[in-house]
């Protein structure tokens, strides 16, 4: 006698449906942002102004002004910009036998550069991220 048929379960379809928008990879997403291109097709701008991004991509439609990077790319850029001055801090330190105010002309100016020229590509990327895993806020209207 043959085993009967296993019981047909219905499942409802869980599968999400794509973004509107262009879905590249993950670290192509990340490079187009951090070089202030729009992370789904790179063809347009990301930035209307130093930190003020796009509300929406002129050509894909992407919604840039929606991803809501808040506090991220301050904190990642203090993060980097802070490793690379207290690397230099102890190598300063160790090998080098300056004076304080020396050492502190040479690395408060250095973190006020890093941290203006690194915010931007920061955000870039920290935008492209989240574009890419679809952290956007919904429209509000
Ligand atoms: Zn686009």
New binding site residues.
Partial sequence: MPAPPPAARWEPDRRKAPPP??SPPLLVAIGRGMAGR?P??G??RLFSGYLRVTQE?A??G?PLGQVPADDGPPVFTVLIAGAIVVALLVVMESTMHLSIWTETGILVPLTLILAIALLRPVKGATVGLMLRLEIVKPPTH
């Fill in positions: 928008w262009p729009c789904a097709c063809r347009t991509c050509v894909c992407a």
